[in-house]
Structure formats: structure tokens, C-alpha cells
């Protein structure tokens, strides 16, 4: 059975840099792309970008500026780096594995999703 | 970015009741429309893929529909364990959007 676990902090100072790893069990992260999604209350839910199992990555041009995906497959993870941060990431940020079919992509597994909040 | 939009925001409905729930994209998407459910401190869970397509183990109740621009999730019966709110999501291009959900609340 596929599980992903986020870890990372829950707390970052404004201006400071999110990082959060997403562990993968039950499968090999290889083959698959993951992907970042998060949840806040005033912008519902917001796709923040893929990486593939070889490192090619597409963003979110919103985020982009600030955002940066790796993948470790040694490790069986993947992790997510956002720069700069404001009171407006604070959110619930989840991993995601991304399901394709010859007709369209989806969010198959999901992490439970962890809390990070920016504030001093 | 394509913006997706549902309707109603929510709704209340009793245990037994037909459920439809509409997502309108803002530009063409072909069938490339997602379903997901989610509960309250829950990650969302994908219910339906490719507009109509169920996703393994979901049960037989959830439907999809739709095609373009207009998209329909029909509960047929609502089960007890059904009052969610759902979202809908579409993978034609990037950025992959999501539509504001539909709380499904218990009259």
C-alpha cells in the first residue's frame, strides 16, 4: 500500500525558507511524478508543482520564482523549498502522487498533510 | 490560469438523497476533469478521474459526467459517511486548478 509522510518544520519566520520532505513507502518513487499541493482557507486548494522521479519539475507560475522541487530516490523521498515566505503561505501543505492515463493526470495518493505556519 | 468554478458552495441534504454537483471551466478542458472528496483534517481523496472514470474501491454510487467546459458528481443515494465537501480539478494544462468545493451537510 502507498503511504506518503510530510516532515518539516511547522513554524517559519516571514522572509525565511519553507522545507518540507515527502517520504515514500509501499512503492518506488521511481517512474512517477509527485507533486506539492497546499490548502489555506482564503485560496482553497492550490497546486504548487511536479517532479518527476528524474528531477524535471513544472511549477506553478505563481510560485515559481520562489519554489524548488528535488528528488532523492536513494532515500524513496522527494522535497519542496519555498523561499521568502509571508503570512500568505501559511497553510496545510500536502504531497501527492500523480496518477496518469492516456486521457488525463491525477492526485492518486495523498499525504495527511502538515501544518506550517509563517509568523515571528 | 483555467478557473474552475462549482456550484452550489454547499448544500443540505438527508441520507438517501440524489446528490448533483456541478464544475464549470472557464475555457475547453476535454475530459481531463478529476473528482476528489474530503472530510474535515483529511487529505482530499480522488473519487473519480477522467470526468467519468471511478477510481478503485470508490463505490458504485458516485458518477461522473461531462465533457468541454461542463461537469456533473452524482451521488445516487447518500450514505451517511458521504457528508464531505468535494472538489473538482482539471489536468488539461498547467497550473492544474481546483474548483472552491461543495460542502455536503446533513439537513
Known amino acids: 500500500q502507498v503511504q506518503l509522510q510530510e516532515s518539516g518544520p511547522g513554524l517559519v519566520k516571514p522572509s525565511e525558507t519553507l522545507s518540507l520532505t515527502c517520504i515514500v513507502s509501499?512503492?518506488?518513487?521511481?517512474?512517477?511524478?509527485w507533486s506539492w499541493i497546499r490548502q489555506s482557507p482564503g485560496k482553497g486548494l492550490e497546486w504548487i508543482g511536479y517532479i518527476y522521479y528524474s528531477g524535471s519539475s513544472i511549477y506553478n507560475p505563481s510560485l515559481k520564482s520562489r519554489v524548488t522541487m528535488s528528488v532523492d530516490t536513494s532515500k524513496n523521498q522527494f522535497s519542496l523549498k519555498l523561499t521568502s515566505v509571508t503570512a500568505a503561505d501559511t497553510a496545510v501543505y500536502y504531497c501527492?502522487?500523480?496518477?496518469?492515463?492516456?486521457?488525463?493526470?491525477?492526485?492518486?495518493?495523498w499525504g495527511q498533510g502538515t501544518l506550517v505556519t509563517a509568523s515571528s | 490560469d483555467i478557473q474552475m468554478t462549482q456550484s452550489p458552495s454547499s448544500l443540505s441534504v438527508s441520507v438517501g438523497d440524489r446528490v448533483t454537483i456541478t464544475c464549470r471551466a472557464s475555457?475547453?478542458?476535454?475530459?481531463?476533469l478529476n473528482w476528489y472528496q474530503q472530510k474535515p483534517g483529511k487529505a482530499p481523496k480522488l473519487l473519480i478521474y477522467?470526468?467519468?472514470s471511478l477510481q478503485s474501491g470508490v463505490p458504485s454510487r458516485f458518477s461522473g459526467s461531462g465533457s468541454t467546459t461542463d461537469f456533473t458528481l452524482t451521488i445516487s443515494s447518500l450514505q451517511p459517511e458521504d457528508f464531505a465537501t468535494y472538489y473538482c480539478?482539471?489536468?488539461?494544462?498547467?497550473?492544474?486548478?481546483f474548483g472552491q468545493g461543495t460542502k455536503v451537510e446533513i439537513k
Open positions: 509501499g512503492a518506488s518513487i521511481s517512474n512517477y511524478y
Open positions: 501527492a502522487r500523480v496518477g496518469c492515463t492516456s486521457a488525463v493526470c491525477y492526485f492518486s495518493y
Open positions: 475555457q475547453k478542458i476535454n475530459s481531463y
Open positions: 480539478e482539471q489536468s488539461y494544462t498547467t497550473p492544474w486548478t
Open positions: 477522467a470526468a467519468s
